[in-house]
């Protein structure tokens, strides 16, 4: 009987530590959106910066490895310069939709992290007086996402999360008329980010 006891007990106890474990994570952060000038096809592409928002959710697989989906939103405005046309722009969202593999070491308070996944990046244009071609259509293209950061716990249920984040993409020519805005070349878009995170 008092075996019988014991093994219950530990059972008990073993259970109630895996369900009071964190494996879950929702986090919000601000994000600085910076995309390079491009060139090719006798286009130059010109992205200004600007600051956006990135949600993420990650669950833990094991105590180093995670999975973490991502959505982003920012405004920008794309400068195209070709031979014919000097002063293209195109005022557009840039939304941000992809999945990672999150890779975490811990020490301490500390815990840096590695990551890499795919996803897309959708450049829808804005029809508004800071866009001058009218005929410019959504891109939805498909890249890669890397990146790096730090997450510092604050409490077992919160941390301060800052980040590196590059999104490999090609460049947006929204479907112009005669390909006009088309460099057929890839950029990277730097998106640091810092926020805070939610365990449960």
């Given at each position: 009987m008092k075996k019988t006891m014991l093994l219950s007990a530990l059972i008990l106890s073993a259970m109630t530590a895996f369900g009071q474990e964190s494996r879950q994570?929702?986090?919000v952060s601000a994000t600085g959106v910076f995309g390079p000038q491009v060139t090719g096809n006798a286009?130059?592409?010109?992205?200004?910066?600007t600051m956006?928002?990135?949600?993420?959710?990650?669950?833990?697989?094991?105590p180093r490895s995670a999975l973490e989906l991502n959505y982003g939103f920012a405004q920008n405005s794309d400068k195209y310069v070709t031979s014919f046309i000097p002063n293209g722009r195109i005022h557009?969202?840039?939304q941000e939709l992809s999945a990672a593999y999150v890779y975490n070491l811990s020490f301490k308070r500390f815990n840096p992290f590695l990551e890499a996944g795919v996803g897309a990046m959708i450049f829808t244009p804005i029809k508004d007086y800071l866009t001058n071609n009218l005929?410019?259509?959504?891109?939805?293209?498909i890249g890669a996402l890397f990146g790096g950061g730090v997450a510092y716990e604050i409490s077992p249920s919160f941390d301060i999360r800052a980040e590196y984040r590059g999104f490999l993409v090609k460049a947006p020519d929204f479907s112009t008329p005669n390909s006009d805005f088309k460099t057929n070349r890839y950029e990277v878009i730097s998106t640091p980010a810092i926020g805070v995170a939610y365990h449960f």
């Open positions: 994570d929702v986090s286009v130059h592409l010109t992205p200004t910066k956006g928002i990135l949600a993420s959710y990650r669950y833990m697989l094991t557009a969202r840039q005929d410019a259509k959504q891109n939805t293209n």
